[in-house]
Nanobody, 125 residues
C-alpha cells in the first residue's frame, strides 16, 4: 500500500504562486499514475491534473490549464503541482492520489485508489 503526504499549501495573495508536493512512502509510486484533486467547502472533489509514470501524459482540467503544471521526480518518489496566477476561487484542500490501473492517466475521483490527507491552499483577494 502507498501512503501519500501532501505539503506546500498555505496562504497566498491572488496572482501569487505555490508549489505543492506529494511524497510517497510505504512503497514507491512505481509505474502508477498520480493525480491532483481539490475540494472547496460545500463542493465536490474535482480533478485538476494527472501524470503518467513516465511523465509522457499530463491531462489537465480546463479550469487550471495554462496556470498549473504537474511533474514528478521518480528518484525522489515525489509528484509536484506548480500553481501560478492563483485566484481566490482556487481556495480549497488539495489532494494527491494514486491510480493503480496501468495506462493513460484517468481523471475521475472513483478511479483513484490511494489518497493523501490533503493540504490547505487559501488565496486572498
Amino acid at each position: 500500500q502507498v501512503q501519500l503526504v501532501e505539503s506546500g499549501g498555505g496562504l497566498v495573495q491572488a496572482g501569487g504562486s505555490l508549489r505543492l508536493s506529494c511524497a510517497a512512502s510505504g512503497r514507491t509510486f512505481g509505474t502508477y499514475n498520480v493525480g491532483w484533486f481539490r475540494q472547496a467547502p460545500g463542493k465536490e472533489r474535482e480533478f485538476l491534473a494527472a501524470i503518467s509514470w513516465g511523465s509522457g501524459s499530463t491531462p489537465y482540467a480546463d479550469s487550471v490549464k495554462g496556470r498549473f503544471a504537474i511533474s514528478r521526480d521518480n528518484a525522489k518518489n515525489t509528484v509536484y503541482l506548480q500553481m501560478n496566477s492563483l485566484k481566490p476561487e482556487d481556495t480549497a484542500v488539495y489532494y494527491c492520489a494514486v491510480d493503480r490501473k496501468l495506462g493513460s492517466p484517468r481523471t475521475t475521483v472513483p478511479q483513484y485508489d490511494y489518497w493523501g490527507r490533503g493540504t490547505q491552499v487559501t488565496v486572498s483577494s
